[in-house]
Each structure stands twice: as structure tokens, then as C-alpha cells.
């Protein structure tokens, strides 16, 4: 299937995977889709062994792999699958060239939980009627939505039914009333999760309530990634990759990393590009 959207590959050349109309429509309904399986075992042993050295013995790492996304994980920031949900729901297209993606990096952090870990904190819900400058926003028309700060989870290990991957109040994003006592507890059945193999993505609306839960799986830890991203001129997490990282990327995934702002007329006045001295802080 064609995509109207731009970029058509990503930064490996690899073709960008357009969501589907079902996709779609239950990611605009849920506030939320699961992407099972997009990175193989094979694929996945070296981004494991980065991301354990990055937490662990981070100076043992090059320099230009010394971040969550560099060296081995750089492609979890735009595999073709995720790329087509992010063109459909947050790309600003007039930012957006064949060489360019039309959204930003955001910020990002990777967690190592073992059995007993507990992350329960619910937040975030009925951002579909909050201001820009929150990016927690949620926005849609007929035929078109609009995610506002949106989060990839990478699952890099299995998560199984009852595990403690993370917790949706699926549609909450658009709800207009505040979230009643009787559903803040996590034992609320409005509490929905997935199971996924090793290499899943995950991705929310950061305008629905979510929250993390119990890791309960003594023999798996849970090893993810929470990257978000936003629209081109907006930033919400401070920081950025330090500049030896995104040297060492390909040039399309290095204009994740460009700065915040709009602008107009030709490159270098209107934000279709990276260079270090246009680089997000
Ligand atoms: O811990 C989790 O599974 C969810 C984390 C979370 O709520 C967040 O990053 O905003």
C-alpha cells in the first residue's frame, strides 16, 4: 500500500510500513497500540548487550555508543513499522521531506526491572483538552488524529499475560471527567496490558492514563525502552544525545535530533535538516 506520507524508507533505506485502516482506528479508540514482534532474536542480542552495558559499564562503551539510542540501538529509533504510526499520527509534513522526518526525538529512558520492581503511579488521562504547549495533547478530526507527545515502548525481552507490562485506561484520553477513586487502584478491570514476544513495540498517547505496575516474572527481567517523541517544534523532556552519538547515526536519523522550531522559506530557515550547530538541547 502507498503512503501519501514522507519519509517513504527509513534512515537504512528500509521501506516505512503505513499503519493499517484497523490500526488506525483502535489506536484513536485505545489511545494505544501493540507492534508484536518487529526485531528477530538474532537482531535483538546485540541491542540487549548495549543497553546492559549502557546501565551497567557505560564507560566501556565508545563514545559514540554511550547513549540509549547509539551504536547497536540506534535502529529502535525509526524501524519502518514505528516510522508509519508516527507519520499517521504525529509527522507535521510541512517539516517532513524524503530526507526528513516531520517529527523529533523527544527524550528517552531505558529500565532494567527485576521480579518486585514496582513502577504503579497512574497519570497523564483527558489531554484531549489540554493546550499545546503541555504536548500531553490529544487532537482529532474526521479521518485524522493527532497524538501530541507520543511513546514507543521497545519490549526487548518477552512480556507474558500478567507480567507487568504497562497499564492503559484505554480511551481516558479523551475523557472528560476526572478518574473516579474507585478506578485508581490497579485492581480496576478498566486496566488494560498486553503480552508481546522479545522485540515489541508499544505506543501511547502520553494523553491517556497510563501507568507502570509490579514486574512479577522471577525467571525474566523486563528490559524496555521509553522513547518519546514530539512534534517538530515542541520539546518536553530537556537533553539530547551528546553530539559524538548522533555524528555516528546515518543523516535521515540524525534529523530526529534537530532543534525545536518551525520556521519558514528554504533549509537553513525552515527546519528540515540537522546540523551540530541545529541540534535539540
Ligand atoms: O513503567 C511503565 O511501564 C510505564 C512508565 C510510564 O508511565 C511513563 O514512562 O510515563
Known sequence: MD????PSANADGLPVVPMTDEQKY????????????????DELGPIREHQMKFLTDRESLPP???DNHGGPSQVLL?????????????????????DCYGFRFDHTYTSH?????????????????AFCGNSHIYQMLPGKVHSGLTRVVWELNEVGQGDGGTMFLSGSHKSAFPR??????????????????????VIFTEALCHTGTRWTNDKRDRLSLFTCYNT???????????????AALPPKR??????????????????????EDNRAV
Open 64 to 66: 559514540e555508543e554511550r
Open 3 to 6: 503512503s501519501p506520507f514522507l
Open 78 to 98: 525509526d524501524h519502518p513499522t514505528v516510522v508509519g504510526v508516527l507519520n499517521e499520527i504525529l509527522s507535521h509534513q510541512a517539516l517532513a521531506t524524503e
Open 180 to 201: 473516579p477513586e474507585e478506578i485508581c487502584g490497579r485492581e480496576s478491570s478498566l486496566w488494560e496490558s498486553y503480552s508481546c514476544p522479545a522485540g515489541s513495540a
Open 26 to 41: 483502535v489506536f484513536d479508540l485505545k489511545g494505544w497500540l501493540s507492534l508484536p514482534g518487529l526485531f528477530c532474536e
Open 232 to 246: 517538530v517544534n515542541a520539546k518536553w523532556g530537556k537533553g539530547c544525545p551528546p553530539a559524538e552519538v548522533i
Open 113 to 129: 526491572r527485576q521480579a518486585g520492581h514496582d513502577n504503579f503511579r497512574p497519570h497523564g488521562g483527558g489531554a484531549y483538552f
Open 254 to 275: 540524525q534529523t530526529l535530533f534537530r532543534g525545536a522550531w518551525h520556521g519558514m522559506t528554504e533549509v537553513p530557515k525552515i527546519n528540515k535538516y540537522y546540523e
